[in-house]
């Protein structure tokens, strides 16, 4: 009687295991990100804690992607390919900015609203315009500080790391060692498919997700940036 009734939870739990296992191939699926047929998929401690924190936010379509390690080498038109994405315009990157003409006071990032530092996703394709930013947090301290206090610039690489804890190539703005403000561009928030493709936190892990999902979750200004 035990055996039947072990032999019957198995089969159970495998049943569940396979409708899981299912119901998660479609949503790929659905965003075209799906892996190719046959591929084993690995998860390391990198896509599992930013998996983690992407859902204890809300956050339903996303997926992550390994590519070859000659991948910055080739045109955004292969890269696309090699992420299943609907266009080039969908490639996106987190670079993080520092004001280097803050206030002295102006050392961290506890006020969001006058930050030393912020990340800026913009898409590869676009021409960061660092004026429109500056302009924009100008505006949002209701033009109290002097404009000249506001000189957004690329933070060195190595600063760059520390803050966000990812190396260059690998930096994305989710799970970040520093609660840094993030900037997104104005232009990834009207393309069609509500979908875009950013680093992974790895720097042959890139990870796409849902841009109205990310924006619920996330909140980050929405600027426009280029």
């Not at 996106?92 to 006058?114: F, G, L, R």
């Not at 000189?151 to 060195?156: D, E, G, H, V, Y």
């Not at 804890?165 to 393309?191: Q, R, S, W, Y």
Request: charged share 25%; net charge negative.
């Amino acid at each position: 009687m035990a055996a039947h009734l072990e032999a019957r939870q198995l089969r159970i739990l495998r049943r569940i295991a396979d409708l899981e296992l299912a119901a998660q191939q479609n949503r790929l699926e659905a965003l075209s990100v799906s892996a190719p047929p046959g591929a084993e998929v690995e998860t390391g401690a990198t896509e599992a804690r930013l998996s983690a924190l992407l859902s204890a936010r809300g956050v339903l379509d996303f997926t992550f992607r390994r590519v070859p390690a000659d991948y910055y080498d080739r045109p955004l038109e292969e890269r696309r390919d090699l992420l299943c994405a609907d266009s080039v315009d969908q490639l996106c990157k987190s670079i993080v900015m520092v004001n280097t003409q803050a206030e002295a006071d102006v050392v961290d990032c506890s006020n969001p609203k006058n930050s030393k530092y912020y990340v800026v996703v913009v898409q590869y394709m676009a021409r960061l315009n660092a004026e429109n930013i500056k302009n924009f947090i100008y505006a949002l301290n209701n033009k109290q500080i002097p404009k000249k206090r506001f000189n957004m610039r690329l933070a060195p690489e190595e600063e760059s790391q520390r803050l966000t804890g990812f190396v260059h190539n690998a930096v994305t703005c989710i799970g970040m060692e520093t609660d840094i403000p993030v900037i997104i561009d104005e232009a990834i928030t009207k393309l069609d498919e509500d979908f875009f493709w950013l680093g992974g936190g790895e720097v042959d892990l890139k990870l796409g997700i849902r841009t109205s999902q990310f924006i619920n979750a996330f909140n980050p200004f929405v600027v426009k940036c280029s």
